[in-house]
C-alpha cells in the first residue's frame, strides 16, 4: 500500500520568511501524481500545488514551488515570503491508479 | 456550479442507528471519494468510484457501504453507528486522476 509521511507535525515561520514542509512517499508504481492542500479553520480542502510525476521540472504556484525529487520519493513544499493567510494546516497527497492517500498534515503557524 | 455539495453538515447519533451521508456533484466529474478526517489527522479513503456503477474500497472501509448509480450522486452508508465513526466526513470528486480534487465542506459526525 502506498504511504505518505510527512515528518513535521508542527512548523512555524515568521511572517515574510521561508518555510520549507517536508514529505515522503512510498510507491512501487511509475505514474503517479502529487498534490499539496491547504486546510485552514474553515476546514475547506484547497489545492496549493500539484505535480505529475513524468514532469521532471518543479511545480511552481507563486509563491509555492516544490523540490520533487523522483528517486528519493521527496516532495518538499516550500512558502517563500509567508503571509499571516498562509497560517493553516498542509497536507500532501498521492494519486494512482484512481486512490489517494493523504499525510497526516503539517500545522504551519505564521508569527506577526 | 454548485461544485461539490453534501448534506447533512452535522449530526448526532445513537450508537446503533444507521445513516446516509449525500454527496453530490454537478460537474460531471468520474471519480468520487469518500474520506474520514479525526481530529488532528489526515484524510483517510473510506470508498471511491470511478465511474457510476464502479466502486472500491479504500482504506477504511469497515462499517460503511456505497452505491454509484448515477454520476452525480455518491452516497455514503453507515450502518450500527459505532463511537469509533465520529469524524468529519469529506466527500470529494475529480473528472481524472491527474486533476485536484474538489472537496465538499464536509459533515461532522458525532455517535454518542
Known amino acids: 500500500a502506498q504511504t505518505v509521511t510527512q515528518s513535521q507535525p508542527e512548523m512555524s515561520v515568521q511572517e515574510a520568511e521561508t518555510v520549507t514542509l517536508s514529505c515522503t512517499y512510498d510507491?512501487?508504481?511509475?505514474?503517479?501524481?502529487l498534490f499539496w492542500y491547504k486546510q485552514p479553520p474553515s476546514r475547506q480542502m484547497i489545492l496549493v500545488i500539484r505535480?505529475?510525476?513524468?514532469?521532471?521540472q518543479n511545480a511552481t504556484e507563486n509563491r509555492f514551488s516544490v523540490n520533487f525529487q523522483k528517486a528519493a520519493k521527496s516532495f518538499s513544499l516550500k512558502i517563500s515570503d509567508s503571509q499571516l493567510g498562509d497560517a493553516a494546516m498542509y497536507f500532501c497527497?498521492?494519486?494512482?491508479?484512481?486512490?489517494?492517500?493523504f499525510g497526516d498534515g503539517t500545522t504551519l503557524t505564521v508569527k506577526p | 456550479n454548485a461544485g461539490v455539495t453534501q448534506t447533512p453538515k452535522f449530526r448526532i447519533l445513537k450508537i446503533g442507528q444507521s445513516m446516509t451521508l449525500q454527496c453530490a456533484q454537478d460537474?460531471?466529474?468520474?471519480?468520487m471519494y469518500w474520506y474520514r478526517q479525526d481530529p488532528g489527522m489526515g484524510l483517510k479513503l473510506i470508498y471511491y468510484?470511478?465511474?457510476?456503477?464502479?466502486?472500491d474500497k479504500g482504506e477504511v472501509p469497515n462499517g460503511y457501504n456505497v452505491s454509484r448509480s448515477t454520476t452525480e450522486d455518491f452516497p455514503l452508508r453507515l450502518e450500527l453507528a459505532a463511537p469509533s465513526q465520529t469524524s468529519v466526513y469529506f466527500c470529494?470528486?475529480?473528472?481524472?486522476?491527474?486533476?485536484?480534487?474538489?472537496f465538499g465542506p464536509g459533515t461532522r459526525l458525532t455517535v454518542t
Open positions: 470529494a470528486s475529480t473528472a481524472r486522476q491527474s486533476y485536484e480534487q474538489y
Open positions: 510507491t512501487s508504481e511509475s505514474d503517479y501524481y
Open positions: 505535480q505529475e510525476a513524468y514532469k521532471q
Open positions: 497527497a498521492y494519486r494512482a491508479s484512481g486512490k489517494s492517500t
Open positions: 460537474m460531471n466529474h468520474n471519480y
Open positions: 468510484s470511478v465511474g457510476a456503477g464502479i466502486t
